[in-house]
């Protein structure tokens, strides 16, 4: 079999906490543990999970943006975390990031045409009129007009400002391209405008996303498949449509249920889990989820729960792994069967519409 475009096998990147006069390590954030996935080419994969869950983090580790502290990445064939100098330039080249704030993430003082011939001028890509050209081509296909290069951002709105984001990725006619929180930053009727430029992108020049979100609307709109993470981990993984209509996971059943729906299938009770997510310094044993998680049992203090995966959906929990098992493998049932245990134990279960977490 083929291997897949991007493959990562238990990503791991943890910060030092250092204290004292030495500086002496006294622990470690774990903000990404044991995480592996893959990517096919033209595949978007979309990431979700509470503030601190350590998504922005996956991103920036598959690019190098901070450096991994265990695990395997490939991307085209190419051992992300083992190439140095010119060759890891020329992969930096085909991985490009936009980030959420447009405001923050362009140099106020350079014109766009200084934004966006940095990355050109430090790949080596072509000559001054070529470059131009390429700029002027890259404004283009982001809907920015091509005199656009002589101005400065702060002359631009905020959804102008992320399509010259979006410039400055494509101008290095990359490959993989990730998006942490693109549309976050945007006023609503800006990010439906910003989203199909993607989705247009995606398509026309055959791009591979990872597109990190806390909007879950957005992420089902533009993802083919959907990871869950919580502290550090994927808990759960499937195809867009068959995750949020059949969730398993009591944390994706929780996260999804803040989601309205017109599909009276979809319909679910808002699940309102108890306290905050625990610290990454210090994750809890077994399921790290298990503090807060309606269903847990006394297994789940203690063993860290194995993968299970029917048809692609992949999730990690011990209650679903039974109730899979009960079903004879059918996930709808066992997403229905979950549901109902996590309401009948959810006191304060009930109707909220809300569109995010
Ligand atoms: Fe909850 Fe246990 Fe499943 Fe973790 S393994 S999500 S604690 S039921």
Redesign the pocket.
């Known amino acids: 079999m083929a291997e897949p475009f991007l493959s990562v096998d238990r990503l791991q990147t943890h910060f030092p906490i250092r204290r004292g006069v030495l500086r002496r390590t006294v622990g470690a954030v774990q903000a990404v543990d044991g995480v592996s996935f893959a990517v096919e080419r033209g595949e978007t994969l979309g990431l979700v999970g509470e503030s601190g869950c350590g998504k922005t983090t996956v991103g920036r580790s598959l690019l190098r943006l901070v450096e991994p502290t265990g695990g395997e990445v490939t991307l085209g064939g190419v051992d992300v975390r083992r190439v140095s100098g010119g060759k890891l330039r020329a992969l930096r080249r085909r991985m490009q990031v936009v980030f959420q704030d447009p405001y923050g993430s362009l140099n106020p003082r350079m014109t766009v045409r200084g934004i966006l011939e940095e990355g050109l001028i430090v790949h080596r890509m072509g000559s001054a009129s070529e470059r131009v050209e390429r700029m002027q081509r890259a404004l283009e296909r982001t809907g920015m007009p091509a005199d656009a290069l002589r101005r400065y951002p702060h002359e631009f709105s905020g959804g102008q400002r992320q399509r010259i984001a979006i410039a400055r990725a494509l101008v290095l006619e990359p490959e993989f391209l990730v998006l942490d929180e693109p549309v976050s930053a945007l006023d609503v009727s800006i990010q439906a405008q910003v989203v199909n430029l993607l989705v247009d992108l995606r398509r026309d020049l055959g791009l591979t996303f990872l597109f990190i979100s806390h909007d879950l609307s957005v992420v089902e709109y533009l993802s083919d498949r959907v990871a869950v993470m919580y502290l550090g981990r994927f ?1 759960e993984t499937a195809s867009a449509a068959k995750l949020y209509r059949e969730p398993l ?3 994706t059943q929780a996260l999804f249920s803040a989601v309205p729906s017109v599909d009276p299938e979809r319909r679910r009770n808002r699940i309102i889990l108890p306290g905050d997510v625990p610290s990454p310094s210090k994750p809890p044993s ?2 790290r ?2 503090p807060r ?1 309606p ?3 006394s ?2 203090r203690t063993v860290d ?1 194995p993968e299970v995966a029917i048809d692609g959906h992949r999730v ?5 792994a039974r109730e899979l098992e009960q079903a004879g493998g059918d996930v709808a049932a066992a997403s229905r069967q979950i549901a109902g245990m996590i309401a009948a134990q959810t006191s304060s279960a009930r109707a909220v519409p809300s569109a995010s977490v």
Do not use: D
Not at 316 to 320: E, G, K, Q, S
């Open positions: 808990v996971h009591p944390y077994g399921c989820f298990h998680c269903l847990a049992e297994v789940c729960p990690h929990c011990h209650v679903a």
